[in-house]
């Protein structure tokens, strides 16, 4: 798949952090999956999404924006096929789901169901981080 959305309900296991905007009026956002290691049930991996105004150097210097959308819920409908949640990333584990389902993915965006009003649903453009150490 080209694009993943992946859904997001603020909870204590999926968490946000929205920053202040910068000197350089660039606005960052952070979307925190939590998890137990399976390996390990002590410790905790995450996978981070996060939105900057341009999700990389090169489209920095292009002047191409990471892209945000106020979009109809019937549009969330019509890309069901590509939409994720926390439930994919339990059932695949935290290596799979970053390492392998992401792998081919030009874009991700999060859908953002804690800001939906009158009908819409925030998407923002992310890029991923993960906590989960490969073990190199």
């Known amino acids: ?9 603020e909870n204590k ?7 202040p905007k910068n000197n350089f009026n660039f606005c960052d956002r952070w979307y925190t999956f ?6 390990n049930k002590s410790s905790k991996v995450n ?3 996060w939105y900057k105004d341009y ?6 210097e292009l002047r191409i924006k990471s ?12 890309h069901k096929k590509q939409i994720i949640s926390i439930d994919f990333f339990e059932k695949y584990g935290i290596y799979r789901s ?8 030009k874009v991700i965006y999060i859908i953002d169901n ?7 649903i925030n998407i923002y453009e992310v890029i991923k981080f993960s906590s989960y150490s490969m073990g190199e």
């Open 34 to 39: 939590n998890f137990e290691d399976l390996n």
């Open 55 to 60: 999700t990389s150097a090169e489209r920095r």
């Open 67 to 78: 892209d945000f959308r106020s979009v109809k819920k019937s549009y969330i409908r019509r």
């Open 47 to 49: 996978l981070q999404f």
């Open 114 to 120: 804690s800001e939906s009003k009158r009908g819409k």
């Open 1 to 9: 798949m080209d694009t993943i959305f992946v859904n997001f309900k």
């Open 98 to 105: 970053t390492y392998e389902a992401f792998e081919k993915c």
């Open 13 to 19: 296991f999926q968490t946000k952090k929205i920053l």
